[in-house]
């Protein structure tokens, strides 16, 4: 557990002697210090860290200041304590800072004697300092430093070199190497201008002191790096002195056990040296009363209505010539103060004038903050109708850089020629609005420039940001366009391998707009994350739009459906409109243009657009949904059998006629776009948008049928009459004959038409022979009878009016009869296929 530090000097100056022995009788501590130790004090201003660094450093417990009850003097007096870290045997000796508020402005002569003790008693002074404070002549310590340098030398006349060490704390980006440079000048500087004594006249700074520099990084910002550099200072003190870095004092001035008498002897000198006295009196007085008449002048400004106008101006806009009213109002406070502390002290007056322009600035602050808010949000407005004009409309990004304008500038090239510009613009602005040239103005510039700096940064990602999305968004406007032409070709298409096309045309669009995509936002200059993001977002939306066009064709499936059916029923092999024959199979046709439509629906039911699928996965999941989906047709045949060409039998009519499943075995329910029973209806539907097609056709072929047997071929007639020309003469001279000939004539044709020769032909020659020898007498017979009631009729007297020829009667009663016969042993049935009766039916 670490031992309790120990003051060993009081706030008021007075030494302890007991306190040094309390930190020496503590455990082991007589014996581990009597084989040698070594002394290490620290000095610094007030509220710098110097006992936090300690205490990391060599594990004391020194008092650190909280920071929840303000900035305060924390450390009075002189504390010592044991190192419990450090491997020799280590004093440590904590200072109480300098340039506190407690002592006042004047009360210097304390800080002097602490810091002359440290010096004259340590083997190693840490002199702890601010980075930013590095230059400056009282912030840095050079007065003290100078003051202890002259005191030291006249006082004690140092034989043995003391290390200083000078700590800088919070380190800034100027380069370390810099900041030592700066310090060795002051240094040398001090060293030079102080009086040394005779023996001491052509000493060098590095004759009596050993000037060793560090730095670490801040406190709170950068903690766990500060304190692993803490650790690895104290590392320093227990290395060996051959190391070039090692901070290990030799051997101790006394012993041990003389140590108490010649620190409270040191102190003593210390105490009564005149050379660290007080200020004096008129300096106290000048500082008092200069105080009191720059708070006088100060307050002229704030109760002023000038004051209260000039901020409400701010607020509205811009105030032209600012800086003038600015300085005006400045001159008004600090002439005043001028001429009535004109009479003390210089410094003090001077000191107290630059403390009363900075107030007066931190006053007026608000006003030019409002100003220059006003400014930045034009320079802001101006930056962004640059970009556009000189880059083109946001929405238009994409479309210019297809192009490849000639001299065209890309965004990122643009800004970083801009920033300059901008910053000149902020520059002009400042010097109107505030007298830049005054170091009372020097902070609030600063600050105010950060903030316009930051400002132009957020609005410029901003730009970027925008104008880079809006081109990523207009290279997936294009890629729509093209891989949703090319995604609804496929699908109109429908052939087997589909989505085996879909997804390798989804691989083809995802290379080649990352391409574009990459192309397109070069300009931006993003970086690798914003790429990778963009190309996966390219992907998501490239299969986006090809599931979405399957789900869509889906949707529209039954028009899909009646495409695929027209292809194959309305259009020959060769995909000229079908021309209807006598002889053609309507029914298997249109059996085929069936499956067609069936396969079509067996692709659209679910997407397979997933990662893992493949073309031999793909055939087998659709082939088993187009085998379910092949009991919707009614058919003498089984979906295999008829793939293979196999005549059917009973049973594979049974087995095909089973219902359809309740869901499609193996598919995931998010890629089911079509259920079964959302097929059943939408079969339904189809069947009945193509059954007049279907009708139309067998009418077609009925019509072709019919003008085939409806007369002779005009070669035989034209054979005939070349032939038969002796017959015809002797026809033509016996008309008795000739009638006879023609009765006959009309008479079997009249039965033919009525036996419907083709139709049964279709069965075969020898069934269909029989047919017709069976029904030749009945149609015979049937004709006579027609006419011979048509005959008796004619001679009625209501019909004698209306003669009807025995020749067209028999012939209108030829085509019914041939209708009849025609319904007698062919059907077209609910699906459009004709089935034939056998003749035992």
Known sequence: MPTAATQIVTFDGEYDDAALDDVLRAENAGKTFASGYQIVAIMGPQSSGKSTLLNHAFGTTFREMDDALG????????????????????????????????RGEEDTAFEKQTALFAMATADVLLVNMWCNDIGREQASGKPLLRTIFEVNLKVFSPEKKTMLLFVIRDRSKTPFE????????DLESIWRGITKPDRYINSSINDLFELKFTSLPHYEHEHDLFVSEA????????????????????????????????????????????????????IMVATVRCEEIADSALAKIVDSDDLSALLAAAKKGKIPQLVAKIQAMTDAAVKPYDEEAGYFVKDVR??????????????????VSAHLEHVRDEIVDSLANEVNATLGDASAAYALGKKRIEGRVGFAEFVKSTFAKVDLQWEEKLEEALPTDDLAWADFVVEETKVFQKLIDQVVDSLRKERMNLTIHACERAMERGVGGQTIGLLEEAPRDMWHRLRQMRTTATEKWDKETTDAVSEFEPIAQELQKFHENMRDRITEVVDAKARDAATAASMHMKQAFARVFSKDSKGLPRVWRPLDDVAGINKKAQREALRVLALLAVTRLDDGADKKSDDVAIKAIETALYGLIPSE??????????????STTESVAASLPTEWEGESDANVVLSPAECRTLWLQFESDTLYAVSQAMAAKEAARRALTGGAPIWM???????????????????????????????????????????????GLV????????????????????????????WAPESRERPVDAVTAGTVTGHAGAHQAAGAYADITADGVRRRRTAAD
């Open 767 to 794: 069934p269909g022979l029989g047919i017709l020898a069976t029904k030749i007498i009945p149609i015979g017979l049937s004709i006579l009878k027609k006419l011979a009631d048509e005959g008796a009729a004619s």
């Open 231 to 282: 650790k690895a200072l104290r590392d320093r003190f227990d290395a060996p002195s051959s190391d070039v870095n090692s901070l290990r004092a030799t051997a101790p001035a006394v012993p041990i056990s003389g140590l108490g008498v010649s620190m409270r002897e040191v102190w003593a000198t210390v105490k009564a040296n005149k050379d660290l006295d007080l200020p004096a009196h008129k």
């Open 637 to 650: 045949t089984s979906f295999a059998e008829a793939q293979e060409g196999e005549e059917a039998t009973p």
């Open 350 to 367: 001077e000191a107290k004038r630059v403390d009363l322009k900075v107030r007066i600035a931190k006053t007026l602050g608000e006003v």
């Open 717 to 763: 007639i034209v054979l005939l009459m070349v032939l038969g020309m002796n017959e015809i003469k002797w026809l033509l001279t016996h008309p008795v004959t000739l009638f006879l000939l023609v009765a006959v004539g009309l008479y079997a044709r009249a039965i033919y038409n009525q036996l419907d020769v083709a139709s049964a032909m279709q069965l």
């Open 71 to 102: 900035r305060s003097q924390t450390t009075q007096g002189v504390w010592l304590a044991r190192s419990e870290t450090c491997e020799t045997a280590t004093l440590v000796m904590d200072l109480e800072g300098t340039d506190g508020r407690e």
């Open 178 to 185: 810099r900041l030592v440079e700066g310090l060795r000048q």
